[in-house]
């Protein structure tokens, strides 16, 4: 069992930055993949970022794509996402994930999820 717990959400202004992070407990995360969602408000989960158990491959969304930087320690057990250059659009909640399986990653069929964490980009 993993459990998965976000943080690093906030109130930002539009240009600004921040970095979430996604602590994981319970096993090592070193042979997950792992991601980022995002839920906006009466709208699907949709996929943001992948990045494989070494870290060295990693997958973005056409729309996060060269803004968005997904890495992670896993001396330390932790995911985490920068978001630079934010966009009114980019508001959402933010969810990180993980299975074993990189492709479950990209079908939103992750084993284990987080509760998420609030992201909101004013105009």
């Known amino acids: 069992q993993v459990t998965l717990v976000e943080s690093g959400g906030g109130l930002v202004q539009t240009g600004g930055s921040l970095r979430l992070s996604c602590a994981a407990s319970g096993r090592t995360i070193s042979s997950y993949a792992m991601g980022w969602f995002r839920q906006a408000p009466g709208k699907e989960r949709v996929f943001v970022a992948a990045i494989g158990p070494s870290g060295r491959n990693t997958n973005y969304a056409h729309s996060v794509n060269g803004r968005f930087i997904i890495s992670r320690d896993n001396a330390w057990n932790t995911l985490y996402l920068q978001l630079n250059s934010l966009k009114p659009e980019d508001t959402a909640l933010y969810y990180c994930?993980?299975?074993?399986?990189?492709?479950?990653?990209?079908?939103?069929?992750?084993?284990?999820w987080g509760q998420g964490t609030q992201v909101t980009v004013s105009s």
């Open positions: 994930a993980a299975d074993t399986k990189y492709l479950a990653i990209f079908t939103r069929s992750a084993e284990y």
